[in-house]
């Protein structure tokens, strides 16, 4: 009447009916996106109210947003069951009762009965506490219980506090004290059904689900819902328990969408490439021949590092079947000593074009590459380069005898010509055998042509015409290769952001990919399909080997081209690397420095995980150093190599002292020409 206004605060159980409709329209349409990773949809679910939830998705989809592991643990420490919350004395052991009921006095209790007997002996000796029997479902049970507790288990189950007592089933009890009972076996319990209830003691069921229960649901002390995963009834569970597990669960579901480290990603681009795994055979070569389309590698890196680490029963006849076959081809860049080669599917003739501009340090090689064709262009004569062009033109694939009787030129003269146009990228050959000779290609063998190397040769042929691919064939080859579609990755193939940014941003509005922020240090604009992000948070531990060795130079190795969130290996090594050694993603060793390797460690290893590291390293060694059929390493962290743990490591795998370090003579065959 005096014009004032009171203010009072009021809080709801659920949301009010207008910010109900807001939070339903919004997070409705959010969490019906069909590709929505399933950390992203965990996450955003357990952020809105169980009533509206359950509104949303419905009951069955409920049970899988909380976590099932969460749940049992939080309802393993109501009961009092964890190691750490065993009664250690008597006054504890009296709280344990008085907290959480009965004690089995048979043996069946899940608190641990030969640990507690002392404590209750003592107990029952000095009147805290109860032994009485109980006529349940089950028969008639001995049970201790506190001595404040007598009351109300004669008013639940009628029962005195002695051994003669008997009680009777579906009974119906005192409503006040029944109330109690349940409130208390809820909060030691966790979520649990009716069935379970009447099972345990025999209640009347009417009474319980009809009085008892919503009682205590009106009071806010139960909850009903669907909480635990492959129970099909109703549940109920104490409100404060139920707070405890979606609070674990939102927690966890943080965890599952934080960013992973650059370790975890170079976890998961190791699984991703397949290294150490299962896959065998000539498709699963295939396959990953079309997941590294494009990447230019020195030839015997590619049958010596890359793709044995693939492909568990690699061969090299297994490439020369799908060249020969046509199913793939090979281009070359380079000469002589910096010749690459790259695949090409033919069902996918897509190569990429390194833009020169998009990054310098990326395109240090190719720099180099293409210095040295046009110098060689320029030694060759230009007039037989152009005559086996134009008979490859006008006859199609011809043997390396066929070009020279077309072109009345020298054998030597012939393959000089072939050598440059293979630099160029307009030639290519049947067998993977000939890019190997002409990368191996002596000064003193320009002259000489064995039989046994013309017989490993196969036809020459003009490459195919490839056209600049569009920006959406380069975007699928990225996120083929990497995973993911981040900015640096473009980099290091030499491939200017600015000409796919807008593509993937498109393709994020579609929904056909998700922009976020999945690994630390790669900056905000990442980009990467729903499966992907999954995998990326798997255990970084599954499907790998626990240590694993790879070329600096392999794709499956994203150190050698992250740079931030202190991922920078390269800095420091004290050497150009080449080769690096991870555990399980995290780098761990690395060795460079020419024909006598040095090793650094990039981390304390103990000598258990030092042998380890150096078996990985030397079994990629081996098929690398094939060639001279030599592996020598010098020193390890500045010290020579044969002193210390790292000399007896070495003398495990087979190494002996030399005047240079530590040698091993290679068991593989030659992967060159001699």
């Known amino acids: ?108 209790s899940q608190c641990q009965d030969s640990h507690c007997a002392p404590f209750l002996e003592q107990l029952l000796a000095s009147g805290r506490a109860l032994r009485i029997t109980l006529a349940l479902p089950s028969g008639m049970v001995p049970v201790y219980i506190a001595a404040e507790d007598a009351l109300l288990y004669q008013k639940v189950f009628g029962a005195e506090s002695s051994e003669d007592a008997n009680a009777q089933q579906c009974r119906v009890c005192d409503g006040d004290a029944l109330r109690n009972f349940i409130r208390r076996y809820a909060r030691s319990h966790g979520p649990f059904t009716v069935t379970e209830l009447l099972q345990t003691y025999g209640f009347d069921e009417m009474q319980i689900t009809s009085e008892t229960l919503p009682a205590l649901e009106k009071d806010m002390v139960l909850q009903r819902g669907e909480f635990t995963q492959g129970v099909s009834e109703l549940e109920w569970c104490d409100s404060d328990l139920l707070r405890q597990i979606h609070r674990r669960s939102l927690a966890q579901a943080r965890r599952e969408i934080q960013p992973r480290t650059p370790a975890q990603y170079a976890g998961f681009l190791g699984r991703w490439h397949g290294i150490g795994g299962s896959e065998a055979g000539v498709e699963a070569l295939a396959e990953h021949l079309r997941r590294l ?99 490859l033109r006008e006859r199609g694939a011809l043997f390396l005898p066929q070009i020279v009787q077309l072109s009345k030129m020298g054998l030597s003269q012939v393959l000089d010509a072939l050598e440059t146009l293979v630099g160029l990228g ?42 600049t691919p569009a920006p959406e064939s380069i975007a699928q080859q990225l996120l083929e290769r990497y995973g993911l579609v981040v900015k640096a990755a473009t980099a290091r193939e030499g491939i200017s952001w600015t000409e796919i940014a807008p593509l993937m941003e498109l393709w994020e509005a579609s929904g056909k990919i998700r922009r976020g922020y999945f690994v630390e240090g790669l900056g905000g604009m990442q980009y990467a399909r729903s499966a992907v992000i999954e995998n990326l948070r798997r255990d970084p531990r599954a499907g790998l080997p626990e240590y694993y060795a790879l070329h600096w130079k392999d794709p499956a190795n994203p150190y050698s081209w ?76 500045g010290s020579p190599s044969w002193q210390g743990e790292i000399g007896k490591a070495l003398e495990n795998e087979g190494f002996e002292r030399d005047y240079h370090g530590m040698v091993k003579w290679t068991n593989y065959a030659p992967a060159n020409f001699k």
């Open 562 to 637: 992250m740079a931030g969130a202190g991922s920078n290996v390269k800095d420091q090594l004290p050497f150009q690397p080449e080769l690096i050694v991870l555990r399980q993603g995290v780098p761990v060793l690395g060795a460079g420095g020419g024909r006598q390797w040095r090793l650094a460690s990039m981390m304390p290893l103990t000598d258990a995980d030092l042998r380890l590291a150096i078996g990985a390293l030397v079994k990629l060694a081996e098929r690398l150093k094939s060639s001279d059929r030599r592996v020598t390493i010098e020193s390890y962290d």
């Open 293 to 391: 389309a494009g990447v230019w590698l020195p030839p015997s890196l590619w049958g010596g590092g890359v793709l044995p680490l693939r492909v568990k029963d690699y061969g090299p006849a297994m490439l020369e079947s799908l060249i020969g076959s046509g199913r793939f081809q090979w281009i070359g860049r380079g000469f002589g000593q910096w010749l690459q080669v790259t695949f090409v599917a033919a069902d996918n003739p897509v190569l990429l074009h390194p833009d020169e501009n998009a990054n310098e340090t990326a395109n240090e090689s190719a720099v180099e590459d293409t210095a040295a064709v046009q110098q060689q262009t320029k030694a060759r004569d230009p007039q037989a380069v152009q005559a086996v062009k134009e008979a």
């Open 1 to 108: 009447s005096d014009g004032s206004i009171a203010v009072t605060r009021c809080r709801h159980t659920v949301p009010s009916p207008f910010t109900q409709t807001l939070q339903f329209s919004f997070y409705g349409t959010y969490m019906y996106v069909p590709d929505l990773p399933k950390g992203e949809r965990r996450f955003q679910a357990l952020g809105l109210n169980r009533a509206m939830l359950r509104q949303i998705m419905g009951s069955q989809e409920m049970r899988e947003l909380l976590d099932p592991a969460i749940v049992a643990a939080v309802s393993l420490e109501a009961r009092g069951l964890s190691p750490n919350k065993r009664p250690r004395d008597c006054d504890e052991m009296h709280a344990w009762l008085l907290k959480h009921g009965e004690l089995i006095a048979d043996g069946r």
């Open 426 to 467: 307009q030639v290519t050959n049947d067998t993977f055998a000939a890019a190997l000779l002409l990368a191996g290609r002596r000064p003193e063998q320009k002259t000489v042509l064995t039989h046994q190397i013309l017989a490993k040769m196969g036809r020459w042929s003009l490459t195919d015409c490839f056209e």
